[in-house]
C-alpha cells in the first residue's frame, strides 16, 4: 500500500506563483495525469513529488504500508523519467542498464536482456547511447522508469520524440508492467494517457 498525498501544496518562482492550494491524495494501483497548457506547471508538480524540485508552501507525505517514508528515502520507491532528463550517453545501451540495475533492481518479470529485447534495440545493445536516436533515447529513458522495482512510476510527457511505433510500444509497456503500482504522468496529450482514471488541471490551482 501505497500513497502520496499532497496539502496546500503551492510554487512560485521569484513572485509569481505558478500554482497553489493544491491538495490531492495518490493511491496505490491507480493512474493519474497531471494536465494544463505549457506553462501551467504540470512538470514542476511532478518534479516537487519525484523530490527533485522544493516546494514553496504546503506539504507532501509518502507513505508506504501506512508508514511515512523520509524525504531522503524518496528515490527508493519512485521512479522517474522526462524528455529532458540525460542518460549516460558514453555508455552502451548494456552498460547503462546495468549500471542502473545496481542502482534499483529490476521488477521481477525481466532482466536487463529482456529489456532489451522489449525494447526493440537487440542490435544496438553494444552501441554507445550517443549515438542512438531522440526515439530510441526515449524508449531507454522510459524503460529505466518502468523496469524499476518501486511502487511509483511518474512519466513526464513519455510520447516525446516516439513515432508511432514508440507510442505503441510505450502503452503497451505501461499496461503490461504498471497495472499494480501507482502511476503519474504529466502531459497536455491525450494519447500519453488514456489508460489514467483521474486528474489533476493545472489551472484549478492558479
Known amino acids: 500500500m501505497m500513497n502520496i498525498k499532497l496539502t496546500n501544496l503551492g510554487k512560485r518562482y521569484n513572485k509569481e506563483w505558478i500554482f497553489r492550494n493544491l491538495s490531492f491524495q495518490f493511491?496505490?494501483?491507480?493512474?493519474?495525469?497531471?494536465?494544463?497548457p505549457n506553462g501551467s506547471g504540470k512538470s514542476t508538480l511532478l518534479q516537487i513529488i519525484a523530490g527533485s524540485v522544493i516546494h514553496n508552501e504546503g506539504k507532501i507525505d509518502y507513505?508506504?504500508?501506512?508508514?511515512?517514508?523520509?524525504?531522503?528515502?524518496?528515490?527508493?520507491i519512485i521512479s522517474y523519467a522526462a524528455p529532458?532528463?540525460?542518460?549516460?550517453?558514453?555508455?552502451?545501451?548494456?552498460e547503462f542498464l546495468n549500471f542502473h540495475h545496481n542502482?534499483?533492481?529490476?521488477?521481477?518479470?525481466?532482466?536487463?536482456?529482456?529489456i532489451i529485447f522489449l525494447l526493440g534495440l537487440e542490435k544496438s545493445a553494444h552501441k554507445q547511447i550517443r549515438y542512438y536516436s531522440s526515439g530510441m533515447k526515449q524508449r531507454v529513458k522510459l524503460a529505466q522508469a518502468i523496469f524499476s522495482n518501486v511502487p511509483a512510476v511518474l512519466l513526464d510527457e513519455p510520447a516525446t520524440n516516439l513515432d508511432e511505433e514508440g507510442i505503441r510500444l510505450y502503452k503497451t509497456l505501461v499496461e503490461n508492467y504498471c497495472q499494480n503500482r501507482l502511476l503519474i504522468i504529466s502531459s497536455n496529450d491525450k494519447k500519453e494517457y488514456p489508460f489514467c482514471e483521474e486528474f489533476i488541471d493545472m489551472l484549478d490551482y492558479k
Open 27 to 36: 493511491d496505490i494501483n491507480k493512474h493519474y495525469a497531471i494536465t494544463g
Open 63 to 76: 507513505y508506504l504500508q501506512g508508514k511515512a517514508i523520509q524525504a531522503e528515502k524518496i528515490f527508493t
Open 84 to 94: 529532458y532528463l540525460d542518460l549516460v550517453e558514453e555508455m552502451t545501451l548494456s
Open 103 to 114: 542502482m534499483k533492481s529490476w521488477i521481477s518479470q525481466v532482466d536487463t536482456q529482456q
